[in-house]
């Protein structure tokens, strides 16, 4: 199964579409944004004609490349050293396993510096409290969905899973930030030590070497890191959201 990476959904996937299907993940959005203020966050309103680079898509391959990233990212928050690269990834890494017991999740009615409890959450009192994910760092790398959910041009540090919903059915519940993503990105390619003025079709074509004493052993990584800090950018500059299809 493929993994497509697109900034600015509705010209990349919606634009020759019928007004229905529009209107559909309009009515997402909107509910999407009902939340948001719930949370005490800003709106995201996503942007629906071409502008610029926009639509923007990289069809990455296999969700696995996400994977590979994150172990790096696990490593680093552990204070390990860099693991050594695979190309057959197993079901439970321990790295990755070792950084999901480290983070915390626990349902706010607001999300910000003083999050406010749902009273009477041990009765499940509230259905409309979301659920944040808070850790060592790289959240939003780690702990977002690998396969559905948006990246917002919003600044905020928790992951968000929005409360159940069957109007999340298309992409999932997953909100993060293009901001921290972004911070997190930048970081990774700090320690990877790539050639960041190349372009994501020539990473793409470089082969791991686990023999190479540079880069070249995590060039998977490298590549991945790349598409997120590009797509990132491209957020943030145009206001659309990062989906993962």
């Not at 020759?16 to 999407?32: C, L, T």
């Not at 994910?133 to 790289?138: L, V, W």
């Not at 050639?195 to 791991?208: F, G, N, S, T, V």
């Not at 490298?222 to 206001?239: D, H, K, N």
């Amino acid at each position: 199964m493929g993994m497509d990476i697109v900034v600015g959904v509705f010209p990349e996937l919606y634009d020759s579409a019928d007004d229905e299907i529009r209107a559909k993940q309009r009515e997402e959005f909107a509910a999407i944004n009902r939340a948001l203020r719930a949370a005490g966050l800003p709106e995201h309103h996503e942007p629906e004609t071409a502008r610029g680079a926009i639509p923007w898509n990289c069809r990455v391959g296999s969700w696995v490349c996400v994977h590979y990233l994150r172990r790096i990212a696990a490593s680093i928050v552990l204070g390990k050293v860099l693991p050594p690269p695979v190309t057959d990834l197993p079901p439970h890494d321990p790295l990755v396993d070792a950084f999901n017991r480290a983070c915390i999740s626990r349902r706010v009615a607001r999300v910000g510096p003083n999050d406010t409890p749902i009273p009477g959450e041990e009765a499940g009192a509230s259905p409309l409290g979301i659920e944040i994910i808070e850790g060592p760092g790289f959240e939003h790398l780690i702990c977002h969905s690998d396969c559905t959910g948006f990246y917002l041009p919003i600044p905020f540090r928790p992951v968000i899973v929005l409360p159940s919903d069957p109007r999340w059915d298309q992409w999932g519940p997953w909100l993060g930030s293009s901001y921290t993503l972004l911070d997190e990105c930048e970081r990774l390619s700090e320690v990877l030590r790539y050639p960041r003025d190349w372009e994501i079709e020539a990473l793409r074509e470089q082969e791991p070497d686990s023999t190479a004493a540079d880069w070249h052993r995590y060039a998977i990584e490298c590549f991945m890191c790349q598409v997120l800090i590009t797509a990132c950018r491209l957020s943030i500059e145009s206001g659309c959201a990062i989906v993962y299809c």
